[in-house]
């Protein structure tokens, strides 16, 4: 079962060639295989249930475990409003083991091609969690790329206006005659169409985004029901009509923090919550008017049965 679900979304688990030890071993594979192939539906339908704004993520049609994604640079950057395409790169040990991430558009910040190093990486097992998800850890992603802290995978000194530049080509780039625009225009199509733009930010919200283009196949399989989407960390829009992986990326709502890595983004998130349910509550909320209510008629009861009383015996 699990190699049959591995198999339909490209992971090769292989066959045994004889022997028992060989047997066992390739189980153990196709087990692992179809532990991740879960746990990555499970996060995709997270991401499309979750929107956050200027991020696009979509799974490699061709194997579930290379996810693919576009980060709108923020506001306020030398990145605004370049489209960064790049590539997460997940083990059969998912999510037992952290993501491999590599940035493919050039932007004067990380090495095209090339692994980036981060707390919520390969580079760094010991401090990974399973707990962590995709959108944090674009989100974390997106933060270091504001900074100019060094590290394996990232670039440092380069001049604003070169990355301004780099920005403004961004788009070009991806579905010009790179290494990755064939990929790129294949996963995300609505962007490679001529004459799309960005969409307009909205303040103090989501801005609209393409609607996912379906594509035949892919990992959620066949009449999987689309999510509705709500605003958190996470990705957004699933395909229309069905719940199969692939098509256009979704466009997902931008959180109001971007964490520095994946510890903090959690923390962020579970304080940004309690402080939202806080504001969402109304005055007196949290005391039991009717109860209270309810109190005070009693007391005025007892009272007027004292007076009767007093009354009747004493006057």
């Known amino acids: 079962m699990a190699e049959a679900r591995a198999r339909a979304v490209g992971v090769d688990v292989g066959r045994a060639g004889g022997g028992g030890r060989a047997q066992n071993s390739e189980g153990r594979v196709a087990a692992m295989g179809g532990e991740s192939v879960k746990r990555l539906q499970r996060d995709l339908k997270a991401l499309y249930a979750d929107p956050v704004e200027d991020m696009w993520v979509v799974p490699n049609d061709r194997d579930i475990h290379e996810w693919h994604f576009v980060l709108r640079g923020a506001q306020g950057t030398p990145y605004e409003d370049g489209m960064y395409h790049g590539k997460i790169l997940f083990p059969k040990s998912y999510p037992m083991s952290p993501p491999g991430i590599v940035m493919l558009t050039p932007s004067g910040r990380f090495e095209p091609g090339h692994k980036i190093c981060l707390s919520?990486?390969?580079?760094?097992?010991?401090?990974?969690?399973?707990?962590?998800?995709?959108?944090?850890?674009?989100?974390?992603?997106?933060?270091?790329?504001?900074?100019?802290?060094?590290?394996?995978?990232?670039?440092?000194?380069?001049?604003?206006?070169?990355?301004?530049?780099?920005?403004?080509?961004?788009?070009?780039?991806?579905?010009?005659?790179?290494?990755?625009?064939?990929?790129?225009?294949?996963?995300?199509?609505?962007?490679?169409?001529?004459?799309?733009?960005?969409?307009?930010?909205?303040?103090?919200?989501?801005?609209?985004?393409?609607?996912?283009?379906?594509?035949?196949?892919?990992?959620?399989?066949?009449?999987?029901?689309?999510?509705?989407?709500?605003?958190?960390?996470?990705?957004?829009?699933?395909?229309?009509?069905?719940?199969?992986?692939g098509g256009q990326g979704p466009r997902v709502r931008r959180a109001a923090a971007k964490p520095r890595d994946v510890a903090r983004a959690g923390a962020g998130a579970g304080a940004g919550a309690g402080a939202a349910a806080k504001r969402a509550q109304p005055p007196g909320a949290g005391v039991d008017s009717s109860a209270s209510g309810g109190r005070h008629e009693v007391a005025v009861a007892v009272l007027a049965l004292v007076l009767a009383v007093y009354v009747l015996f004493y006057l």
């Open 120 to 245: 919520i990486s390969d580079f760094h097992p010991e401090t990974w969690s399973a707990s962590y998800r995709v959108a944090s850890i674009l989100l974390a992603l997106l933060s270091f790329m504001n900074e100019e802290t060094p590290s394996t995978g990232a670039l440092t000194g380069v001049a604003e206006e070169t990355r301004r530049q780099m920005a403004r080509d961004s788009l070009a780039f991806n579905i010009g005659a790179s290494q990755s625009s064939a990929t790129f225009k294949r996963l995300f199509p609505s962007m490679a169409e001529p004459g799309w733009t960005l969409p307009p930010r909205r303040a103090g919200g989501s801005a609209p985004g393409p609607a996912p283009a379906p594509v035949q196949g892919g990992a959620l399989g066949r009449g999987g029901s689309r999510e509705a989407a709500a605003p958190t960390a996470a990705g957004g829009g699933a395909g229309e009509g069905t719940g199969e992986v």
